[in-house]
């Protein structure tokens, strides 16, 4: 099993920075693909972006691109999303994800792992 525990959300104006960090622990050489997620309330979970456990071949949604950056930091052994630029949108509860197969996607259904969130305001 792969433990996924995701930190460093809170509250921040719009314009300003965040960074996230995702600690995996427990059978990490199965996880492959990692990935955020977020969900607004009242909305589905969607597809924030993913990287190769590698650290290579980022893919991110639209709506983040120019403005997040994922990169995975081996000597924490961690995946971490670093927010420039927010915008009250942003604003969710953000997962961790992994996925076993070594494939980019954004198919939330198609991971296998997932942390139980940090949540991110940004006030406007």
């Known amino acids: 099993q792969v433990q996924l525990i995701e930190s460093g959300g809170g509250l921040v104006q719009a314009g300003g920075s965040l960074n996230l960090s995702c600690t995996a622990s427990?059978?990490?050489?199965?996880?492959?693909?990692m990935g955020w997620f977020r969900q607004a309330p009242g909305e589905e979970r969607e597809f924030v972006t993913a990287?190769?456990?590698?650290?290579?071949?980022?893919y991110y949604a639209d709506s983040v691109k120019g403005r997040f950056t994922i990169a995975r930091d081996y000597a924490k052994n961690t995946v971490d999303l670093q927010m420039s630029s927010l915008k009250p949108e942003d604003t969710g509860v953000y997962y961790c994800?992994?996925?076993?197969?070594?494939?980019?996607?954004?198919?939330?259904?198609?991971?296998?792992?997932w942390g139980r969130g940090t949540q991110v305001t940004v006030s406007s």
């Open positions: 994800a992994g996925r076993k197969a070594n494939i980019l996607t954004s198919s939330r259904r198609l991971y296998d792992y």
């Open positions: 427990g059978r990490t050489s199965s996880v492959l693909v």
């Open positions: 990287v190769s456990w590698s650290g290579k071949n980022p």
